[in-house]
């Protein structure tokens, strides 16, 4: 049986962490030959990561300097940008050269939701990818989603060719009446599609808990990463292929391969210490954002959503209320990036985000937080 562990492409090395194409090469070929040492194989890119160009930076990583039965390869087509039928062709084509591979072990529909799926539906995207899975240049065809597991069900109904199901899985959303990661879960288990698990910590957000959390899970066992736990949980639900985990550090690598080698499932006793963990966390996060930046591509007024929000959540756990690092931050991003308070309320960055979070009112947040006192320039 393959190994659980699966490296996810959309937060890679980088040498200028503004530049989301600045990958430091140096850095992921250490981590890609590592990965692939452990006994691990599958990765997963997408046409849209790192401003298109996290595929390319896998050929060069990976494609290039690893034989291909040496790996597995994921990638996935945004049906949002579709504009027309031809796109499609024009797209995986591209996708194939900029991964520099004949075939796709995994394909998807990326970021499928109430408007993707009108999209997909409109251009026949989902005949377009059985075409190309019969031609042999795709193995497994799936999408990945994030929306109701009413409409999750409604698309399995309609399309049994799918091979998999990509879902958002991790223990803080499990319940999350937003999210409704198990719910979602248990649609795909009724359709028996095996599942595979993006953001099962969160955009790192359940790698770096609230201390109380923290201690709780290291009085349990002392030598377990936080990042563990949510990637445990994750592989311990039944029906789970694959757990992607966004490594872009050797420690990161060596750590999940370490207690994903030989995967023991999560027990009793852990699942009630993350029952507490997720009381605390639930009490100490005041935006739970992903990083995924999926929201920022549209915004007209440029304006740092995520980072500004990570910022915030920072500003929020602060035992202080001195003038903060995280003022100093806000600072230097608005000097090239729009300001919270420029958002213009068009709600491009709502539609497109996968956790549906209202981002305009938690901008007001945001202002309020960091434009309130003296020395931000105006616009």
Known sequence: MAKRLGFGCMRLPLLDKDDQTSF??????????????????????????????????????????????EFTLATKLPPRMLKAVEDQDRIFNEQLENCG????DYYLLHNIGVSAYEQA??????????????????KNLGISFHDTP????????????????????NYIDWENPGIQSKRCYEVARKHNKPIVV?????????????EKAEELMKAYNPELSIASWAIRFAASQEGVMMVLSGMNTMEQILDNTSY??????????????????IDIINKDTAIPCTTCRYCEAGCPENIAIPDYFALYNSAKRAVTDNISSQFVYYLN???????????????????????????????????????????LPTK
């Open 150 to 169: 009413e409409l999750l069900d409604e698309i399995l109904t309609a399309h049994p060719e799918l091979d998999f199901v990509q879902l958002q899985i």
């Open 198 to 210: 993006m953001e099962p910590c969160k955009g790192g957000n359940l790698a770096s808990v609230p």
């Open 24 to 69: 430091d090469t140096e850095a992921l070929n250490k981590l890609v030959d590592t990965f692939l040492e452990r006994g691990f194989t599958y990765f997963d890119t997408a046409y849209t990561y790192h401003g298109f160009k996290s595929e390319e930076a896998v050929r060069e990583a990976l494609v290039k300097r690893h034989d291909r039965d």
């Open 260 to 277: 994903m080698a030989d995967f023991e499932p999560l027990n009793e006793e852990e699942y009630r210490t993350i029952s507490q963990v």
């Open 333 to 375: 991003l608005t000097s090239n990036h729009g300001k919270a308070s420029d958002c213009i309320d068009c709600k491009q960055c709502e539609k497109s985000c996968p956790q549906h979070l209202k981002i305009t009112e938690y901008l007001k947040d945001v202002s309020a937080e960091f434009e309130a006192g003296p020395g």
């Open 121 to 138: 539906c409109k251009f026949d995207t989902f005949g377009f990818a059985l075409k190309k899975k019969e031609e042999g240049k795709i």
């Open 101 to 104: 591979v004949e075939f796709f």
